[in-house]
């Protein structure tokens, strides 16, 4: 089960930290990824990492300002954003799987999405 939180409302220019706790079930050996959704778009890749925490890989509209980590030993994974702007409003998942990838249908597990709002 994974769970995500830290979203918000925030205005342009500014942070917000996400969060995804796993529970239940051992990720330690899974890639894990970030995807959002705005309200009437498809989903999209924001973010993944390996299962060891290495090689992270963004979508090209948030590189350089989001980062993703994870810390193993809390079952955890982050998802750090900074210099927000409107468009990164959507709502935020969290995703585990075998092998790190940029479509959302590779991943077997999934969060509930937290609202991500940035205002102008």
């Known amino acids: 089960q994974l769970q995500a939180s830290g979203g918000g409302l925030v205005q342009a220019g500014g942070s917000l930290r996400l969060s995804c706790a796993a529970s239940g079930h051992t990720f330690s050996y899974y890639a894990m990824g970030w995807f959002r959704q705005a309200p009437g778009k498809e989903r999209e890749f924001v973010a993944a990492?390996?299962?060891?925490?290495?090689?992270?890989y963004y979508a090209d509209s948030v590189k350089g300002r989001f980062t993703i980590s994870r810390d193993k030993s809390k079952n955890t994974m982050y998802l750090q954003m900074i210099s927000l702007k409107p468009e990164d409003t959507a709502d935020y998942y969290c995703?585990?799987?075998?092998?790190?990838?940029?479509?959302?249908?590779?991943?077997?597990?999934w969060g509930q999405g937290t609202q991500v709002t940035v205002s102008s």
């Open positions: 990492i390996t299962w060891n925490g290495g090689v992270p």
């Open positions: 995703a585990a799987g075998e092998r790190l990838a940029v479509v959302a249908g590779l991943y077997d597990y």
